[in-house]
């Protein structure tokens, strides 16, 4: 009887077994069907994209203790851009020198064209989270699309890699000559224009509160102690954006002869 109750025993362990695997295997093969989709080519390790796709929020660890979260292969996914863009930018723009190149590869790179890349592969809703997706920042879709591209240099190696970006982010997206014209900090360019014309300016920065109550930051930017325009926002930094840009645009004739 104590054998045939151990037959049964393992028996039941063994069925308990193929039904949790092949659970797990629909789930894995959704998330794969979904991934292959994104990539344009079939993922090799799962669990390297999925780690991709978790929060730290849903405070996973490994058998060694360590955070199981997308922030390590965000910093990875960052490099390899980087190096794939400006390999393409080395080649595609002959005569530019490293001022160029830098500037040209930054646009491409900036946080706000990366958010543009993830929202459009929609990449948010693969994320893993205890917090609500409406909690996210902004950056977000910018952070999973790098640690997106960090997973399949860790699956597949660079070539592959190498081969995600040129398909989903170079030959959609890259236009040297669109990109030479493109203002990716107002900010910037205005204090740039400032310096070499020898001009004063000035940051003021002010907290302003909305009828609503909502928390707001006022600046008022001056050149040569004049106040040349003004703007709010949510924050100190998008309100010295914003109102850097109306600054340009008020004098743009002036900044863009220089």
Not at 2 to 12: P, S, T
Not at 192 to 197: G, L, N
Request: with cysteine.
């Amino acid at each position: 009887m104590c054998v045939i109750q151990k037959i049964r025993k393992l028996i039941l362990r063994n069925i308990l077994h193929k039904l949790f695997k092949n659970s797990r295997s629909a789930d894995d093969g959704i998330f794969f069907t979904a991934i292959e989709k994104i990539l344009g080519f079939p993922p090799k390790d799962i669990s390297v994209y999925k780690k991709a796709f978790t929060h730290r929020s849903s405070n996973k660890l490994d058998l060694q203790g360590n955070a199981i979260n997308y922030e390590r292969l965000e910093f990875l996914g960052d490099a390899m851009l980087s190096a794939v863009i400006a390999a393409h930018l080395y080649n595609k723009a002959p005569s530019g020198d490293e001022g160029y190149l830098t500037k040209m590869r930054s646009k491409i790179v900036s946080r706000e064209h990366l958010n543009e890349l993830g929202r459009d592969f929609n990449l948010i809703d693969f994320i893993e989270s205890k917090v609500p997706s409406a909690h996210f920042g902004e950056n977000i879709h910018g952070n999973v699309f790098e640690a997106l591209i960090g997973a399949i240099y860790l699956d597949l190696g660079f070539d592959y890699c190498e081969k995600f970006i040129q398909n989903k982010v170079v030959v959609p997206y890259v236009d040297i000559a669109k990109l030479e014209g493109k203002v990716i900090s107002y900010k910037s360019l205005v204090i740039e224009w400032c310096q070499k014309e020898k001009k004063s300016f000035h940051y003021d920065v002010f907290e302003d509160n909305s009828i609503t109550g909502e928390r707001l930051f006022g600046v008022k930017l001056s050149i040569d102690n004049k106040v040349i325009a003004k703007a709010r926002a949510t924050s100190k930094k998008k309100a010295e954006e914003k109102a850097s840009q109306r600054t340009y645009f008020a004098l743009q004739n002036k900044i863009d002869s220089k």
